[in-house]
């Protein structure tokens, strides 16, 4: 019953920017971490950021801080990822999932569920 579904992938030059969408039901959003994470082929899992269920503290992997923002909005169960100045290093499958522990830790985040990802291509 519980879902993540992304969005807003696609294809962007690279230096352009994306913004990525999850949208969350069935479970008790506001009381889940969410984390955005991606997979590119023959290359593991990436956590890139996440945000937490009691202060929306965020924590952001080196390879995307200060490029990357994500936030949340409880009201929609929906947490965003705005993504700027993306390279071809960025090409991959984006997915959200939600842990069930209340801080943000990106390195322990292991998530309770899981979105099938959404593809983000950054070509000229």
């Known amino acids: 019953q519980a879902q993540l579904v992304e969005s807003g992938g696609g294809l962007v030059q690279p230096g352009g920017s994306l913004r990525l969408s999850c949208a969350a039901s069935?479970?008790?959003?506001?009381?889940?971490?969410i984390g955005w994470f991606r997979q590119a082929p023959g290359k593991e899992r990436e956590g890139l950021s996440c945000?937490?269920?009691?202060?929306?503290?965020?924590e952001y992997a080196d390879s995307v801080k200060g490029r990357f923002t994500i936030s949340r909005d409880n009201a929609k169960k929906t947490v965003y990822l705005q993504m700027d100045n993306l390279t071809a290093e960025d090409t991959a499958v984006y997915l959200c999932?939600?842990?069930?522990?209340?801080?943000?830790?990106?390195?322990?985040?292991?998530?309770?569920?899981w979105g099938q990802g959404t593809q983000v291509t950054v070509s000229s």
């Open positions: 945000i937490s269920s009691v202060d929306e503290s965020t």
């Open positions: 069935g479970f008790t959003f506001d009381l889940y971490t």
């Open positions: 999932a939600a842990d069930r522990f209340r801080r943000c830790i990106l390195w322990v985040f292991s998530g309770d569920y």
